[in-house]
């Protein structure tokens, strides 16, 4: 009889002790999301990058429902904490137009063998479909417009001037275009109404330039290499922002192979900027493509970016769905046409600082108190 006692109670230790999957344990699965771009109607492949903001489910066992699910960070990754040994299934949702839900799951099964792991698995690949309709919308739009050539556009490059900046979500982009289409005219290069951006700024290994910006410093600057990609034009150009919210720009063509670190720009440098140069050694990437309008008294031009996408190291960032727009004038005009049209979109000057929140996204570590207000009014924007 004692025999018998024994086994029982080993027997219910042995089955009391096995755990099934789900939270309580010391595994952690980990891992990342790519975001890939395709055009709709020729599967055109556009870009790819981490996806900030996606949300990843997780199943424990051979459930039918997922029991957990988190969000991406900036950089794409993700992680399931706490688990017990057993299977799981992580899944997430890929745009799929012969899908009749429009999206597909794409699983990933674990296997967790150890009472104390962490399994990274493979990177998972998603699928952003850009239904061209977003494009024909622009091209409609924008092809409305009477045309303006570089040439007349310089008679107001606006060198010396005051911006206002405005940030809004691209849904509202051709209403907006419809509507300044009787005042603004469109800048045409070769045919082409939207242009692509590519730009490196240089910034100290402290990102001071970043810092001063955050604390509201007036009097500061930054240091950046511009090129137009249509035309493969380059310019190294200085944008100093004085204490009377003055933007001041500098800037001159660079050579074919010219960089950063050669002679003449370093004179430039020295001369227009009272920055330590050797000490700007980190380049920060950040791209987008822009239409840019000349009204057509030449009072005023302001462009539209989107597309935005900055890229530091191993690190990148896309503002999905973002608009930036910028009225530059020789003194702030609350009669703009462009003010008036986007004020009828409860769309109001907004601070906003693309290299300032581009870093930000891939070094959220970094001291920003003073931005809070901003950030909060970019999540309205892109969330609402």
């Known amino acids: 009889m004692k025999k018998l006692s024994v086994l029982f109670l080993s027997l219910f230790s042995l089955f009391a002790c096995t755990k099934e999957e789900g939270i309580g344990g010391k595994n952690t699965i980990t891992g990342v999301i790519i975001k890939e771009e395709y055009t709709e109607s020729t599967n055109q492949f556009i870009k790819s990058y981490p996806a900030p903001e996606e949300r990843v489910y997780i199943i424990y066992g051979d459930n039918a429902y997922f029991a957990d699910d988190t969000r991406t960070n900036y950089d794409g990754s993700f992680r399931f904490e706490y688990l017990n040994k057993g299977d799981y299934r992580i899944f997430v949702y ?45 091209a409609q739009n924008i092809a409305q417009f009477e045309a303006i050539s570089l040439r007349e556009m310089n008679a107001i490059r606006l060198m010396n001037r005051q911006d206002t900046k405005y940030i809004f979500h691209e849904r509202l982009l051709p209403k907006i275009l419809t509507e300044l289409k009787e005042d603004y005219r469109i800048l045409e290069i070769d045919g082409q109404r939207i242009s692509s951006y590519e730009n490196i700024y240089f910034e100290s290994p402290n990102f001071d330039i ?4 955050q604390r509201g410093k007036m009097n500061r600057t930054k240091i950046r290499i511009r090129k137009y990609v249509e035309s493969s034009l380059s310019f190294i ?64 031009r302001c462009t539209l970016d989107f597309n935005l996408q900055v890229k530091w190291k191993d690190q990148a960032y896309a503002f999905e769905k973002l608009v930036v727009a910028e009225l530059k004038q020789e003194k702030f005009r609350h009669a703009s046409a462009f003010n008036l049209c986007l004020k009828r979109q409860h769309i109001y000057p907004a601070s906003f600082s693309k290299y300032c929140f581009g870093i930000l996204k891939l070094k959220p570590e970094l001291k920003h108190n003073n931005f809070k207000p901003k950030l909060h009014h970019l999540e309205k924007v892109l969330y609402d």
């Open 210 to 213: 970043y810092s001063m910006h």
């Open 237 to 300: 150009e200085v944008k100093f922002k004085n204490n009377k919210s003055r933007t001041i720009k500098t800037r001159f063509l660079l050579e074919e192979e010219e960089n950063f670190h050669s002679t003449r720009v370093q004179e430039f440098l020295k001369q227009n900027s009272k920055m330590e140069l050797s000490q700007l050694s980190e380049e920060i990437a950040i791209n987008f493509s822009r239409i840019t309008l000349a009204h057509k008294s030449m009072e005023d």
């Open 94 to 138: 890929s745009e799929c137009l012969a899908c009749d839900a429009g999206v597909e799951p794409l699983f990933t099964e674990i296997k967790l063998k150890e009472r104390k792991e962490t399994f990274e698995i493979d990177s998972i690949f998603i699928k952003k479909i850009y239904q061209l309709a977003n494009f024909v919308f622009y």
